[in-house]
């Protein structure tokens, strides 16, 4: 079964960071563009960042550029998202994304993390 499944969400003062995790399985990870996307309470959700299937291209929000970053480990099956200096804003439930690369449309969402910035 395809599974992706996020932790190391939180509680966290401003300024203070914190490491997601995205850890998957029942598929082809090193083939699936990996995004990080969030959703706060009454917004959309937002694209926050993305790593292609590689590793070799990355890209992030505005809003986030120069404070987060995202990673992965193909071995482990596993997606990262490194955020430091967080701010309040940054207040949400983050979601992993997979995405192929072979033009089928086939994606995959986990169930969430739940990241609080506040003092």
């Not at 082809?28 to 960042?49: C, D, H, I």
């Not at 992993?96 to 739940?114: F, I, P």
Request: glycine share 10%; aromatic share 12%.
């Amino acid at each position: 079964q395809v599974q992706l499944v996020e932790s190391g969400g939180g509680l966290v003062q401003p300024g203070g960071s914190l490491r997601l995790s995205c850890a998957a399985s029942g598929f082809t990870f090193s083939m699936y563009t990996l995004n990080w996307y969030r959703q706060a309470p009454g917004k959309e959700r937002e694209l926050v960042a993305t790593i292609t299937s590689a590793g070799g291209y990355t890209n992030y929000a505005d809003s986030v550029k120069g404070r987060f970053t995202i990673s992965r480990d193909n071995a482990k099956n596993t997606v990262y998202l490194q955020m430091n200096s967080l701010k309040p804003e940054d207040t949400a439930v983050y979601y992993c994304n997979a995405v192929s690369t072979d033009y089928s449309g086939r994606n995959y969402w986990g169930k969430g993390t739940l990241v609080t910035v506040s003092s």
